[in-house]
DNA sequence: TCAGGCTATCGGTTTTTCCGATAGCGCCAT
DNA sequence: ATGGCGCTATCGGAAAAACCGATAGCCTGA
């Protein structure tokens, strides 16, 4: 597979043409098609459908050509890296976060802005797990709060510094048969109830996916979502249930719209600040300790 | 660039020589050379320091590298998700949504789940303004529940269906001077006030800063987040305010951590379900028009 | 000082990509 | 029913890119 079969079938998908893509490209549209032909021979199906009306995309080729335009979106990405790599940067402190940490370290931190960041505009980014690391590597982040990861997911330039560690909890809707439940929930119980699911291969959603595993068993996962907050709105329609890290349901818990409840076996984990090990500015270097230290608390 | 390219120079990466890489990769020396000096010149940076004891990557060409080796992952997954869809398909229905929108929304959908999607996994992805039309179009998502936007800022190919109209209102600390006012609160009283903002070039980002701009002032903005739930959490901070769309807060304001207030002069948003106008399938047709009609309530 | 190992460069060969021409298909207007 | 039009797939040939082997130049160690 070559880069430019990718960029030519994704102008096709969007133009729904060859000769259209054709002239998009700049190219002549029988290299369009010659170039198309061999990336649906190297997938083992075909792409497109081609119709009188035009080209229809396939329902494989659709799947095909969302991961394929990642790849676009990654070279352009390092495009831009290599452009910020050639120049200068900014003054600002940039930092990553997994989805539904804000109600954990939202007020360690802002609790004293403007000791430890003094005249900085601290911007915080909710990103996925699995691109938080590249994108701190990467220099898009100046810092990261997430899960602790294994140290095979993480590029080896990085370092950790635990912030604290939280139980993951079963949370259901109040009117749940679960909810009045005073003793830990065997997850086996679980495996009939409708759940929501974080992402499954990364994060916390796979913490919670070995727990079924762990067990043999398959959770009748009714929907997934890649953010807590959704995960949260989701269960309290009283649909379904979601493990999550305790503290995120803080407030929902509190106003009775949520029940949390232990589950066992119990199972932890981690949050944990990562850093690029290569050493900051020296005045970057000093925001850093003050965040270090704001948010262990 | 060329994956090629990005092959070579990890490979010699990872062997610290040419020759060496060569040989792994199967090539002649000079090819390898040839395509690296190329990947260099595009860069615009060296990748590599040659040194009589063996090849040291620079730092600019680790941090290169790395994004690079994230591609070349992509490869390989594209390469395995082919190959999965050489197999048998799934069936899911993917919906993008704002952050912040789930407390509305999540109740309306799943609340008749099992009648307006039988059978279907539902995934729910977040993500940014700025993005999800894209993502929309280019068929990654389904469809996508977002703030009505200009059409110029809306590809051609998508129409929508206003779903509510809600007011943007500020939320401040309970025990803020600000949270005992009855009447709306005037814009131009904030002037002074620390505020976290969304991203000020989309979305409902852009519809607060235009609350300042249209009376000439600069907000004073404390911080940037992308996401609603940790703009909420930093406001329960007790150390700026924001300005959200109305029902987001709705949990918080019951359980008493923050209060909300209308403003002056008023400003609402209308939030929309978007689709492609071009027809799903027969199937996804009718589950797209259960979808519309549950989150029209 | 010299041999050995390595990378960068060069000219030539091989492979790949692109091009223009055209066959074949389907649709639409007459 | 038929011809014209628009589109894609294929083909032979030209152009470009990739690869190769040879070799110059540099550095290190004996």
Redesign the interface.
Known sequence: ????QIRYALSV??ERSFTKAAKRLNISQSAVSEQVKLLEE????PLFQRTPRGID?T??G??????????VG??L???D???R??GAAQDTFTIG?G??L??IF??R???E?DQIMPGT??????APTRTIF?DL???RLDAVITIESDPDRV?A?LSFDRLAVVDMMLIVPPKHPLARVRSPIDVGRLIAEPIVMSELSVGYGQVVMSLFTDLGIRPN??????????I???V?????IAIVPGPCAD??V??G?LKRLAIAPTRNIALALYRRR?PFSRRKEGLFSGLRDALKG
């Open positions: 597979m070559e880069f430019r998908a969007k190297e997938a083992g199906f995309v329902d494989r659709r799947t095909y050509l969302y991961e394929a335009e990642r790849i990654d070279v990405s390092l495009a890296t290599a452009r790599l050639r976060m989805s539904g804000a109600q939202m007020p931190l802002f609790g802005l505009r601290v911007e915080i980014v909710t590249g590597h990467e220099e590029p330039g996962i009714l929907a997934i979502a890649n953010n807590v907050d959704t949260k709105a989701i309290q329609t009283g649909k379904a407030n929902e509190e106003l719209v290569q």
